[in-house]
């Protein structure tokens, strides 16, 4: 098992996300679960090249601080929407690793989030999508919240992926721990 950050960075993670605070308080609950329990946290990282929104040179790029990965925490770069892309290695690293069980949260619930869910799926991975711990902004279809459901009620726990509190997130973590 795994616990997969997904672009928790300080240009797209902010107060204008669906349920901001209670989403940040849950990635920084769960990120120090995995932590004390020994389960491996990875972070990927969006780069939209030079002078763009999410430029790699500049302080945007960055995790958020509050989910500031450790020195040896792996982190794997992208400049598509899933954190699966070849360009990553993220599949080759959790395939030689033997990981199936990935619990995966950050941002953009429709965008980043959606291509990551659906995309380790298709690799044969089990997703898992603690409640409350990936969000969105409005766009001009629906308005975030919308969004947020659509994903997290709707497509994800049909088909691609087993949707949790994160409650249930922390035990799963808890008993892997005593596998281990």
């Known amino acids: 098992m795994i616990l997969l950050v997904v672009d928790t960075q300080r240009g797209c993670f902010n107060e204008n996300l669906f349920a901001f605070e209670t989403v940040k308080e849950n990635i920084k609950r769960l990120i120090a679960e995995a932590r004390k329990n020994g389960i491996e946290v990875c972070y990927v990282q969006h780069d939209d090249g030079p002078g763009k929104d999410l430029d790699k040179a500049t302080d945007r790029y960055e995790i958020y601080d509050d989910f500031a990965p450790l020195p040896n925490e792996k982190r794997f770069e992208k400049n598509v929407n899933s954190s699966f892309h070849p360009m990553t290695g993220l599949t080759e690293y959790l395939k030689s690793k033997n990981e199936k069980d990935i619990i995966t949260i950050g941002v953009s619930t429709d965008y980043c989030m959606d291509a990551t869910v659906k995309s380790g799926f298709e690799h044969g991975f089990n997703i898992i999508i603690p409640s409350y711990a990936n969000s969105t902004y409005d766009n001009p279809y629906f308005d ?37």
């Open 144 to 180: 975030k919240e919308t969004a947020y459901k659509y994903f997290n009620e709707f497509m994800w726990p049909r088909r691609y992926a087993k949707t949790i509190s994160v409650e249930e997130a922390i035990k799963m973590m808890q008993k892997s721990a005593k596998k281990l």
